[in-house]
């Protein structure tokens, strides 16, 4: 089932077609699949720095600001269209959270300073919100600022600091008032990675990969020209970048992309002297998760087309189900990927002989991607929280 377009968008359609086709020789090996091992830094980067070549890096952006400017019906198209070819997604730390955040809350000196080094790839950022004590609970957060004439200077730790290790900047929560209410104490700082007084230590993940890390700060330095709107009210820009964030997190495409690669794995992969995918129990769990998916999809176009009818800076509460519908298909895409390989998925080691990942065969991929999944129900604000927020903010209970 697809939607139906107009003739500019099936001509849209059709432009992103033979970009991706000009595109893809130029990515590196592996990039496209779900189940990839590690990236470097400039593996990452290759894509971003295609689409900002041709102007289509920031497809929610104003299109003053370097954006596509494209409508809803236009990145979705652009969305599937990747996802389906398997083309890598660009990293939402600076794109999709401190950007909006900078561009909405920040004054005209941040906005030209950061915006364009997003934009283009050379500022890589990192998201400095959670703290040992302070992840469902993030507006107990301790990590200090203090204001010492024309800087602040920062002490504590941050957490599960996604790819830090490659990061130039990280933005944080830190706290400028602790005599306040827990969250009306709360600032929102950009601090250079360079700075003197951080360090980054690496947390290795169930699936062995490195993606996380702890990020300690020591009396580190901070202007204050880098403190974004105004002191203390840190926690309102907070919440604009999770919701934000929760309706990215939503992976609509990748999950489709999956899904295409489960059917096709199925049919050829024998259980029992039949395929995979005649199995009437396997094909019943499919089906199901194919109608969730569906249903998941219509419900981003709406949030998307709601897309600032709830005030300046105010996601949509619908996010929070795009967030848990979103992990939930996920999780159980990455499960049934198991299925398929059954035994097979059990001696798996992230690297090759060479310490590369070219030469694992491809069932070798498919149980750490299972295993890396089981992030995607506790990142961008556990499920059970996101349930507390429908709760209130959707159902008025
Ligand atoms: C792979 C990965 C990448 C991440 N990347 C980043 C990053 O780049 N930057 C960043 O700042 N953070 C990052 N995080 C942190 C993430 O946001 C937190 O892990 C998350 O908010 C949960 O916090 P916690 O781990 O402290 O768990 P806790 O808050 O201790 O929760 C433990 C359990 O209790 C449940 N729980 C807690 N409170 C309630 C409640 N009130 N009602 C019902 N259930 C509750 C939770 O749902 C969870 O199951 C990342 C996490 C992961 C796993």
């Known amino acids: 089932m697809d939607l139906s377009f107009s003739p500019q968008e099936e001509a849209f359609r059709q432009e992103v077609r033979d970009f ?19 990236r470097s830094k400039d593996e990452y980067l290759v894509w971003h720095r295609l689409l900002y070549k041709r102007g289509w890096v920031a497809p929610a952006w104003p299109k003053e600001l370097g954006g596509a400017g494209w409508s809803v019906t236009e990145r979705y198209i652009f969305a599937t269209e990747t996802a389906k070819a398997g083309m890598p997604t660009t990293l939402p730390f600076g794109l999709g959270m401190v950007g909006p955040v900078i561009y909405t809350f920040g004054n005209e000196a941040q906005k030209k300073k950061f915006l364009p080094r997003i934009l283009s790839g050379e500022d890589w950022w990192c998201q400095g919100y959670s703290e040992p004590g302070a992840g469902s609970d993030l507006a107990s957060l301790r990590c200090r600022a203090v204001r010492d004439g024309d800087h602040y200077i920062v002490d504590g730790q941050k957490t599960w600091t996604t790819l830090a290790q490659y990061a130039d900047w990280i933005f944080c929560l830190v706290r400028t008032d602790p005599a306040a209410k827990k969250q009306s104490g709360i600032s929102f700082l950009l601090i250079d990675m360079k700075s003197k007084g951080i360090t980054v230590r690496p947390i290795v993940t169930i699936d062995g990969g490195r993606e996380v890390n702890e990020v300690f700060f020591d009396d ?18 907070a919440k604009f970048l ?10 609509v495409g990748a999950s489709k992309e999956r899904i295409r690669r489960i059917r096709e794995l199925a049919a050829s992969v024998q259980s029992g002297g039949k395929p995979v995918l005649d199995d009437p129990k396997f094909r019943e769990k499919l089906a199901a998760v194919e109608i969730e998916l569906k249903a998941l999809e219509l419900t981003q176009m709406r949030v998307v087309a709601n897309e600032g009818k709830h005030g300046k800076g105010k996601p949509d509460p619908a996010s929070s189900i795009l967030k848990i519908k979103g992990s939930e298909i996920q999780q159980t895409t990455t499960e049934l990927l198991m299925d398929v ?21 491809w069932t070798a991929q498919i149980a750490p991607g299972y295993f890396n999944y089981r992030k995607v129900s506790i990142y961008g604000g556990s499920n059970e929280i996101q349930r507390n927020i429908i709760t209130k903010a959707v159902l008025g209970l």
């Open 242 to 251: 999770l919701g934000n964030e929760r309706t990215n997190i939503a992976r």
């Open 341 to 361: 390989i059954g035994p097979f998925a059990a001696p798996y080691d992230v690297h090759g002989d060479d310490g590369s990942n070219e030469t694992m065969d």
């Open 220 to 237: 580190v330095e901070v202007p204050v020209e880098n403190l974004v709107g105004e002191e203390n009210k840190g926690w309102d820009y």
């Open 20 to 38: 991706i086709a000009e595109a893809s020789p130029l990515l590196p090996k592996n990039l496209g699949t779900p189940e990839q091992a590690r």
